[in-house]
């Protein structure tokens, strides 16, 4: 047996049921079988926007690395270049501070248009020679696997096709002269009538097979999630203006209650201090009147006792 064919038969575990399948079949990454799949399916993180396969059916659609990140820093914010709701530590997420740490500032991304692709001075790392940011890169990256897909299962089913035509077609040698005759009286008719497909034989179309169907449903697909993607990402912006605007308001007129709480406080020092102040010259003043009153008072009580000792003692 020849190599291909031992690498066709070859059947390899899958990572959760470890039941055998071929490899095509098997998910890429963490190696699941179509029914794992299924029941367990690859879902994106609600924050980080990255895929993960669910471990359980629950509905919780976080990634692990997030939910630890929430139970640590809370829930997170938008990051500043992607826009994912992925910042828990200032106004960038993880990603795009250690790209912009080992790249260098972000640039213009040339699919989505926004600034927040990085450039790795690799042409290797482009798709279709394109700078594309993290986001783009994965849903080019998945269009171009369902259509490879698709290509794949296009190709089988034609082989198969194939295949059964040619067992078909060995018949008896006593047919042999029947399709010579076929052949040449084939050859007498006209061009459109021996170019035109025979759908009974197998022959394929190559302008109106299902293939250019599909690829064209997933381009069409792939525009309407796009023009939805940046819709969000529109709503998304105008809500982060918003919310610059209403913090900016709010910070304005906090400044301002401050100020005039301290303008207020200041006046009420001053009135305090210059009462205190009068205060203590009316007391110094009541202090000074009552210590002239004593006087006269003993003074005019002195004149009086003295006046009656002098007077003479009558007969």
């Known amino acids: 047996m020849s190599a291909a064919a031992n690498q066709a038969l070859a059947l390899f575990a899958c990572s959760r049921c470890f039941s055998r399948h071929p490899f095509e079949e098997l998910s890429p990454g963490q190696q699941l079988c179509k029914e794992c799949r299924g029941a367990f399916p690859v879902v994106k993180c609600t924050y980080c926007r990255s895929e993960f396969q669910q471990t359980s059916k629950a509905t919780s659609t976080i990634c692990k690395k997030c939910e630890q990140n929430v139970k ?15 910042a828990f530590i200032g106004n960038k997420c993880q990603r795009c501070t250690n790209s912009e740490r080992k790249y260098g500032p972000a640039v213009n991304c040339e699919q ?3 600034r927040c692709a990085f450039d790795r001075q690799d042409d290797d790392k482009k798709i279709d020679g394109k700078l594309l940011c993290w986001l783009c890169t994965l849903s080019l990256k998945r269009a171009l696997a369902r259509t490879k897909q698709v290509e794949s299962e296009r ?10 035509k040619l067992k078909s077609s060995k018949r008896p040698s006593r047919d042999m002269n029947k399709g010579l005759n076929a052949l040449d009286l084939g050859e007498n008719l006209p061009l459109e009538k021996k170019t035109k497909p025979n759908p009974m034989h197998g022959e394929v179309d190559p302008n109106s ?8 449903q997933l381009k069409e697909t792939i525009a309407s999630l ?3 993607l940046n819709q969000k990402d529109s709503q998304l912006l105008t809500k982060d203006k918003q919310i610059t605007e209403l913090k900016a308001q709010h910070f304005t007129l906090e400044n301002e209650l401050r100020n ?16 205190q102040i009068k205060i203590q ?3 110094k003043e009541i202090a000074t009147l009552s210590k002239t009153a004593n006087r006269n008072k003993l003074k005019k009580n002195t004149e009086n006792s003295g006046s009656g000792t002098d007077s003479p003692i009558p007969n």
Do not use: F, W
Request: overall charge positive; aromatic content about 6%.
């Open 72 to 86: 640590t820093y809370g829930k997170p914010t938008a990051c500043e270049y992607c826009n994912t709701i992925a």
């Open 112 to 114: 989505c248009k926004q």
């Open 155 to 164: 190709r089988a089913h034609l082989k198969q096709r194939s295949h059964h």
């Open 209 to 216: 097979s299902d293939h250019v169907v599909a690829m064209t």
């Open 226 to 228: 796009q023009k939805k």
């Open 260 to 275: 005039q709480m301290k303008n207020t406080e200041k006046i009420y020092d001053t009135k305090c201090t210059h009462m």
């Open 281 to 283: 010259g009316l007391l």
